[in-house]
């Protein structure tokens, strides 16, 4: 089983950068695909990133392309998110997940359900 605990969110302001991280305990999590979903106040949870094993290819929102990017470090057992550029409508909850399966089709790999294990979160708030 994997755990997972999401750091370095916090409150900057628009334009500024963050890097959220996550780190993973448990054998799994080197097993598939990684992920970021994120879920701001009112709304529904929404995918952000995602990334397989190897690290050959990356998914990513529409509304974050360009100015985020996922990474991941198996020897350390964590994953990455280097924002930038942030708007206020960023502002959400962070989750990171792991899935035991590696995907490379954007639509499954954007969809909560193929994720097993999630964080508690980390919250990023971006004034203007």
């Known amino acids: 089983q994997a755990q997972l605990a999401e750091s370095g969110g916090g409150l900057v302001q628009a334009g500024d950068s963050l890097r959220l991280s996550c780190t993973a305990s448990?054998?799994?999590?080197?097993?598939?695909?990684m992920a970021w979903f994120r879920q701001a106040p009112g709304k529904e949870r929404e995918f952000v990133a995602s990334?397989?094993?190897?690290?050959?290819?990356?998914y990513y929102a529409d509304s974050v392309k360009g100015r985020f990017t996922i990474s991941r470090d198996n020897a350390k057992n964590m994953v990455f998110l280097q924002m930038n550029s942030l708007k206020p409508e960023d502002t959400a909850v962070y989750y990171c997940a792991t899935s035991f399966t590696i995907y490379y089709d954007s639509q499954l790999a954007s969809r909560d359900q193929s994720y097993a294990y999630w964080g508690q979160g980390t919250q990023v708030t971006v004034s203007s």
């Open positions: 448990g054998r799994t999590f080197s097993r598939g695909s």
């Open positions: 990334i397989p094993r190897n690290g050959d290819a990356t």
